[in-house]
């Protein structure tokens, strides 16, 4: 196993190497950093913030965490930008511009002197389009989603982006609502940052991401406003430090098998269709070819297991309140585990 090269490793090709590891150290030096850094394991954090992105809002408070659990875990966290999608902020869609983030994120993590990466991302096209480039670029890698947004009330309904948001437009195409009623509705839909609170891709990904394997237990699910969320970026980057390591690229995790239980977590929680189409795209980048024929033997086999919309009644923020009926985070977990024992 080849040891973490730090900040010595990559170096830029001017022909001379020893040339190239001196003027990186002055511009490190330039940066705040003393010499010591170099001796450090490097675990890049991947920065999806945008003003265009609500989805993605609790970035500075993840980065902050994910940089404390790799410094805890003794590695030195830096942190770079790649490109930000929204769905309701990209056109003509973000699905148009997928691939462009998979490149962008595949190039910078090639390019910069990176052991590790963690990728933090939310948006339905960002998860997807971060495991397509860190799986081309074949280093240690692991995800952490940014978490769901809080569900509204509106006249003493729940609502919560976005099956709400079209059953609401519906209706007042329909006339059955009027415009002071919809514009009172539009403001209750998305009442804080993260990404839609229903098994839209967003929260698929999420759930499929932590059932492959690539981002840790019991991470798809908590609020992005919550210290639940926070908690678990400390972790995440305190293992990506050991993922460096321990040398575990992303193509001894994704494995055929983990992304069997990933589409078989895709049906126990009744996701979105979408989440097939990048999970073909992710397996392509590893060298795999998805089998349509067994993913429709698997859902004959696999019961839905979670009551949320749209195919039920509840909502992401439900799977951290035991109270609720819904029980999400609980269902999700049994997906899981049913899938792995399957």
Known sequence: MTEPAGLRGKLTDYGDSEFALFLRKAFIKGAGYSDDSLNRTVVGIVNTGSGFNPCHGNMPQLIEAVQRGVMLAGGLPVEFPTISLHESFAQPTSMLLRNLMSMDTEEMIRALPVDAVVLIGGCDKTVPAQLMGAASAGIPAIQLVTGSMLSGTH???????????????????????DDAEIAEVNSALAPSVGTCSVAGTASTMACVAEAAGIALPGSATPPAVTAD??????????????????????????????????????????????????????????????????????????????????????????????????????????????????
Not at 244 to 255: K, P, V, Y
């Open 155 to 177: 006249r003493g309904q729940r609502v919560g982006a976005c099956t709400d948001c079209r059953a609401f437009w519906g209706r007042y195409r329909s006339e059955e609502i």
């Open 229 to 342: 969320r926070v908690r678990i970026a400390e972790l995440t980057g305190r293992r990506a430090t050991q993922l460096a390591h321990e040398g575990l690229t992303i193509d001894r995790i994704l494995t055929a098998d983990a992304i069997e239980n990933a589409l078989r977590v895709l049906l126990a929680v009744g996701g979105s269709t979408n989440g097939i189409v990048h999970l073909a795209a992710v397996a392509g980048r590893l060298g795999y070819t998805l089998d349509l024929a067994r993913f429709d033997e698997m859902s004959e086999q696999t019961p839905v297991l979670v009551d949320l919309k749209p195919a039920g009644s509840h909502y992401m923020e439900d799977s951290s309140d035991e109270i609720r009926t819904g029980q999400t985070r609980s269902a999700i977990r049994r997906a899981v585990a049913w899938s792995r024992g399957a």
